[in-house]
């Protein structure tokens, strides 16, 4: 039975922590896995890296698919994921569950080729544009303790995290 994971939002200080280098690909990293697809899920989130579960490993879950109950799930698991070639640009409107009401338009590379293990520990190679290619990069910049708003440009940066910071402090 999978158990749902605390999400830690901005500005928890959890979130600008950079993560550490799984080694162990074991069963306890299988379980961990599965919570963190029930968490994602059960969140409506296209993606969950374990640094906003309050976890600093190198882990990232994605399905694009989630949310959307037509579609069959499409789970897939990153482990010491590390983005080997970037191209192009694209710009995005993102959100994030670590960002709590609040989406703004980042700039990223269009496509990436991404290198990772899999659970067992085997390397693979992915390539990836679109959707998957923004996601990834989301996802991958949370173990490197960045959060999309901190790409947003200064000004804006700063109106809108001190906005959240008020928000944070009026939730307590
Ligand atoms: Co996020």
Excluded: W
Excluded at 25 to 31: G, I, M, Q, T, V
Excluded at 45 to 53: D, I, M, S
Excluded at 95 to 122: H, M, N, P, W
């Amino acid at each position: 039975m999978a158990s749902l994971l605390k999400i830690y939002t901005f500005p928890d200080p959890i979130l600008k922590q950079p993560a550490l280098e799984v080694q162990q690909f074991d069963e306890a990293l299988a379980s961990f896995c599965e919570d963190m697809f029930y968490t994602m899920y059960e969140s409506k989130g296209l993606g969950l890296a374990a640094t906003q579960v309050g976890i600093l490993k190198r882990v990232v879950v994605v399905d694009l698919n989630s949310g959307d109950l037509e579609l069959p799930p499409e789970p897939l698991i990153f482990i010491n994921p590390k983005i080997i070639e970037k191209t192009g640009e694209t710009v995005f409107e993102e959100g994030c569950l670590s960002v709590v009401d609040f989406r703004g338009e980042v700039t990223r590379a269009d496509k990436i080729v991404l290198e990772y293990q899999d659970l067992r520990g085997q390397r693979q190679i992915l390539e990836a544009d679109e959707l998957k290619s923004i996601c990834i990069q989301h996802e991958i910049d949370h173990l490197n303790g960045v959060l999309f708003i901190d790409r947003l440009p200064p000004l804006k940066q700063k109106m809108v995290k001190k906005r959240l910071r008020k928000q944070a402090l009026a939730a307590l």
